[in-house]
């Protein structure tokens, strides 16, 4: 990850949404850790810094189940 910052990629996560916490996109699967939200965010969209603005959102679609991640979105202009 501190390559990639060096490389001046964006976690496009975090760049929308600095203060945001317990977003995850990974929860094994263990008995109840999903519906407990007790996960790692494991899945990333990482744009350069010349893309950022054409970002619009991201999103975690943590209903979407099928799979021990959830699928993430990105949208762009």
């Not at 975090?14 to 916490?21: A, I």
């Not at 799979?67 to 990105?74: A, E, G, R």
Request: glycine share 6%.
């Amino acid at each position: 990850m501190d390559k990639l910052e060096q490389a001046e990629f964006v976690d496009v996560f975090r760049s929308l949404y600095p203060e945001m916490r317990e977003k995850y996109t990974w929860w094994s699967y263990r008995a109840g850790v999903r519906s407990r939200n007790i996960g790692w965010r494991l899945d990333y969209f990482w744009v350069s810094k010349d893309i950022i603005p054409l970002v619009v959102g991201m999103e975690h679609q943590e209903l979407v189940e099928g799979s021990d991640h959830c699928p993430i979105t990105l949208q762009l202009k």
